[in-house]
C-alpha cells in the first residue's frame, strides 16, 4: 500500500491512544515523496531563557514513494512516533536510536506484537534498483583521515551549501560536480555539510561522465548556458 495523509492521522490517534497513552502531541502531518526515508520526524529547537533546551514545533513525514506491505508502513508510523514521544517529552536520547529510543521499541514490539526495528531506510538492494538520471549536485572532499566522502546538495540551496563547504575544518580540498549517475539517488540533498563516505573506486566509477561546476563571483556554471545566481 501506499499510505494517505488520512490513513496516517487515522493510524496516528490510534496508536497514540493504544501504545502511548494518548500523551503525544499533534504534529503537522505530511506526505511525502522521498526516495530516501520511509518516515521523519522533524523539530524545531529553541533555547530559554536560562539556556535549555526545547522541542517543538513537530513535523511528522511518511514517504509514499513505495509500495509497502501494510505492516511495515504501520511499523514505520510507530518508529517516528517513538522519535515524537522522546522529543516531545524534552527527553534526550544517548543517540538516534539510543537507549531510550530502544526501550520503547521493544516494549511496543512486545506488547502489541509489532516489528518495529532501529532501521527503516531503503535497503541497499531497493538503493540499486533506482535507476532513474536525475540531475545531482555532488560535492566530493577528501577528508584529513585520509577518506573521502559526498555531499550532496538541494538544487535550491547550491549556494548556501557551497560556502558552508569552504568551511568544514575535517575537509583537506573538495570540488563540485554535476552528475545524472543514478548511484547518487541513495544520498539526501541538504543544506547541511554533512559528508557520507564513500570508497575512492566508488568515486572514480561514478564520476566518469560527471561535469565539474564552476563558480565566478555570484554565479555558478552549471553547463555552457545554465548557471545558479545567489
Ligand atoms: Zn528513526
Same mark, same amino acid.
Given at each position: 500500500m501506499k499510505p494517505t495523509l488520512d490513513?496516517? @492521522?487515522?493510524?496516528f490517534n490510534?496508536?497514540?491512544a493504544l501504545c502511548f497513552e494518548g500523551r503525544l502531541p499533534l504534529p503537522r502531518f505530511q506526505i511525502s515523496q522521498a &526516495? %530516501?526515508?520511509m518516515g521523519k520526524v522533524s523539530y524545531k529547537r529553541t533555547r530559554s531563557f536560562w539556556g535549555r533546551c526545547h522541542y517543538g514545533d513537530f513535523v511528522f513525514r511518511i514517504s509514499n514513494r513505495r509500495d509497502l506491505?501494510? @505492516?511495515e508502513v504501520e511499523d514505520t508510523i510507530l518508529h517516528e512516533m517513538i522519535h515524537l514521544d522522546i522529543m516531545s517529552s524534552q527527553q534526550r536520547d544517548s543517540s538516534a536510536h539510543g537507549r531510550l529510543f530502544r526501550e520503547k521499541m521493544q516494549d511496543i514490539n512486545r506488547r502489541f506484537g509489532r516489528h518495529i526495528t532501529v532501521s527503516h531506510r531503503l %535497503?541497499?538492494?531497493?538503493?540499486?534498483k533506482d535507476t532513474e538520471r536525475r540531475r545531482h549536485l555532488v560535492c566530493v572532499s577528501l577528508l584529513n583521515n585520509g577518506r573521502w566522502g559526498v555531499t550532496l546538495a538541494a538544487h535550491t540551496r547550491?549556494?548556501?551549501?557551497?560556502? &558552508?563547504?569552504? &568551511? @568544514?575544518?575535517?575537509i583537506v580540498s573538495h570540488s563540485w560536480y554535476l552528475s %545524472?549517475?543514478?548511484f547518487f539517488n541513495r544520498f539526501p540533498r541538504s543544506c547541511t555539510a554533512k559528508v557520507y563516505h564513500i570508497t575512492k573506486e566508488e568515486l572514480d566509477r561514478h564520476l566518469k561522465d560527471a561535469k565539474p561546476l564552476v563558480r565566478k563571483g555570484h554565479a555558478i556554471q552549471i553547463s555552457c548556458n545554465s548557471w545558479y545566481v545567489e
Amino acid at each position: 500500500m501506499k499510505p494517505t495523509l488520512d490513513y496516517v @492521522v487515522a493510524k496516528f490517534n490510534e496508536y497514540n491512544a493504544l501504545c502511548f497513552e494518548g500523551r503525544l502531541p499533534l504534529p503537522r502531518f505530511q506526505i511525502s515523496q522521498a &526516495r %530516501t526515508f520511509m518516515g521523519k520526524v522533524s523539530y524545531k529547537r529553541t533555547r530559554s531563557f536560562w539556556g535549555r533546551c526545547h522541542y517543538g514545533d513537530f513535523v511528522f513525514r511518511i514517504s509514499n514513494r513505495r509500495d509497502l506491505p501494510e @505492516v511495515e508502513v504501520e511499523d514505520t508510523i510507530l518508529h517516528e512516533m517513538i522519535h515524537l514521544d522522546i522529543m516531545s517529552s524534552q527527553q534526550r536520547d544517548s543517540s538516534a536510536h539510543g537507549r531510550l529510543f530502544r526501550e520503547k521499541m521493544q516494549d511496543i514490539n512486545r506488547r502489541f506484537g509489532r516489528h518495529i526495528t532501529v532501521s527503516h531506510r531503503l %535497503t541497499a538492494a531497493d538503493q540499486e534498483k533506482d535507476t532513474e538520471r536525475r540531475r545531482h549536485l555532488v560535492c566530493v572532499s577528501l577528508l584529513n583521515n585520509g577518506r573521502w566522502g559526498v555531499t550532496l546538495a538541494a538544487h535550491t540551496r547550491l549556494y548556501e551549501l557551497w560556502n &558552508r563547504m569552504d &568551511r @568544514v575544518p575535517e575537509i583537506v580540498s573538495h570540488s563540485w560536480y554535476l552528475s %545524472t549517475d543514478p548511484f547518487f539517488n541513495r544520498f539526501p540533498r541538504s543544506c547541511t555539510a554533512k559528508v557520507y563516505h564513500i570508497t575512492k573506486e566508488e568515486l572514480d566509477r561514478h564520476l566518469k561522465d560527471a561535469k565539474p561546476l564552476v563558480r565566478k563571483g555570484h554565479a555558478i556554471q552549471i553547463s555552457c548556458n545554465s548557471w545558479y545566481v545567489e
